[in-house]
Structure formats: C-alpha cells, structure tokens
C-alpha cells in the first residue's frame, strides 16, 4: 500500500484521528491514543509502526523488513521499515486490528462517546 492509501484506511476506521507529532510524524488515534504511527512523506523508505497483539508481535518480527518497534516494542509494537513488507490485505487486518486493541483499552464512557 501507499502511504495516502494507509492513511485513507486508517481514518476510515471508527473514532480515528490524525495529528502530527515529533516533528512530522503522521499519528493515528482513537480516543486520544495511538493506534499507528507513519513517517513523514518525504522520509525515504517511508516506515509504518502499529500496535499488535503479543501473538502477532512475535510472528510479524520473524518476517523480512519487519523488527520491533523503536520505544515501543515492549508494548507490543511493529515497524514496517518499508510500507509494501505486508500485503495490502494483510496490512488492513494487522491496522483494523491495531484500532480494536487500543480501542478496547478505552473506558465503556468514550467508546460510547466515538460510537466503538
């Protein structure tokens, strides 16, 4: 996938945010908390972190240009260290995935509130 296309998916997902932090970073929310993180445009190869669960951590860091997160890999955090290491369709279910973890973190009272 592209780096619009990712972006086009994740702000598709329910409740989901966009800001740009430490620079140009592109930060995917919901609720206030991180779900994925992209590199800027212009950065080259441009890179995707996202959330996973500790059974997918430990199968996606096992796959060519995917490693642990930097900073985040104790939380269960992938870097794609280039955006076309996972299939499109692959890469959509790891992301939809990634927003139902953080997601599921929220309280009852804002997933209500982002209709989750």
């Known amino acids: 996938m592209r780096h619009a296309e ?16 430490w620079g140009a970073d592109r930060v995917y929310k919901v609720g206030g908390k991180m779900f994925a993180v992209m590199g800027p445009l212009e950065m080259k190869p441009q890179t995707l972190s996202f959330k996973t669960a500790p059974d997918s951590f430990a199968i996606l860091t096992k796959q060519k240009d995917i490693i642990p997160a930097p900073y985040l890999a104790r939380a269960q955090w992938v ?3 280039k955006l076309d290491a996972l299939s499109s369709k692959e890469l959509k279910a790891y992301l939809t995935r ?18 989750i």
């Open 79 to 81: 870097n794609l260290q």
């Open 6 to 21: 990712i972006e086009k998916f994740c702000l598709s997902l329910p409740g989901a945010t966009l800001s740009i932090q």
């Open 98 to 115: 990634a927003h139902a973890i953080v997601a599921g973190g929220l309280t009852k009272k804002k997933r209500a509130e982002l209709g």
